[in-house]
């Protein structure tokens, strides 16, 4: 059984920075995409970044230039360094991991993350 744990979340103004992290545990194959998404209140979850188990990075259009991922293979670990925070960045970030040889899709239960003056 694979278990996500998301933490860094929390209040910050805008302009500023939080650092979100995700561990991964239980059995998952070195071969995996790991990810985070979010969901602000009344909206659908949408993409936020993900990273090969390789290091190849794909992230969404309102993100680019402000939120870089990265990870540590060898502590199954991911994180999502956010800058230059915009209140639209408000919602709950959810991590996720896609695995081989199935891709089924593990979800964290998500950490808040408020972006208010």
């Known amino acids: 059984q694979v278990q996500l744990v998301e933490s860094g979340g929390g209040l910050v103004q805008p302009g500023g920075s939080l650092r979100l992290s995700c561990v991964a545990s239980?059995?998952?194959?070195?071969?995996?995409?790991m990810g985070w998404y979010r969901q602000a209140a009344g909206k659908q979850r949408e993409l936020v970044a993900t990273?090969?188990?390789?290091?190849?990075?794909n992230y969404a259009d309102s993100v680019k230039g402000r939120f870089t991922i990265s990870r540590d293979n060898a502590k199954n670990t991911v994180y999502l360094q956010m800058n230059s925070l915009k209140p639209e960045d408000t919602a709950v970030y959810i991590c996720?991991?896609?695995?081989?040889?199935?891709?089924?899709?593990?979800w964290g239960p998500g950490t808040q993350v408020t972006v208010s003056s």
């Open positions: 990273i090969t188990s390789a290091g190849d990075t």
């Open positions: 996720n991991l896609r695995a081989a040889p199935t891709f089924t899709a593990y």
């Open positions: 239980g059995n998952i194959s070195n071969r995996n995409v």
